[in-house]
């Protein structure tokens, strides 16, 4: 599995590690939903991990710092 559409389903956060055991994952379209946390490092694992869409949710707490590897090149966070 190298992408994973999960938008549009009412998803309300992210647990840490939440992707661990999907390591070729490269990209993850979460947007519209109704995310409000995303904890640390709940893409941390996701080494491959290159595009994430966050956009249309109702972010209260997301330290993208701790979320991410290093090498994460782009992340698309629009709240509503």
Avoid at 19 to 31: A, D
Avoid at 32 to 42: C, D, H, Y
Avoid at 45 to 71: E, I, Q
């Amino acid at each position: 599995l190298q992408s994973l559409y999960l938008n549009n389903n009412r998803l309300k956060s992210l647990k840490a590690f939440y992707f661990e055991k999907m390591k070729n994952l490269n990209r993850i379209y979460l947007q519209q939903n109704q995310i409000s946390i995303v904890e640390p490092r709940t893409f941390s694992n996701s080494f491959k991990l290159n595009f994430l869409n966050l956009s249309d949710n109702c972010m209260l707490f997301f330290d993208g710092s701790s979320a991410f590897h290093d090498n994460m090149i782009e992340y698309f966070s629009k709240s509503i």
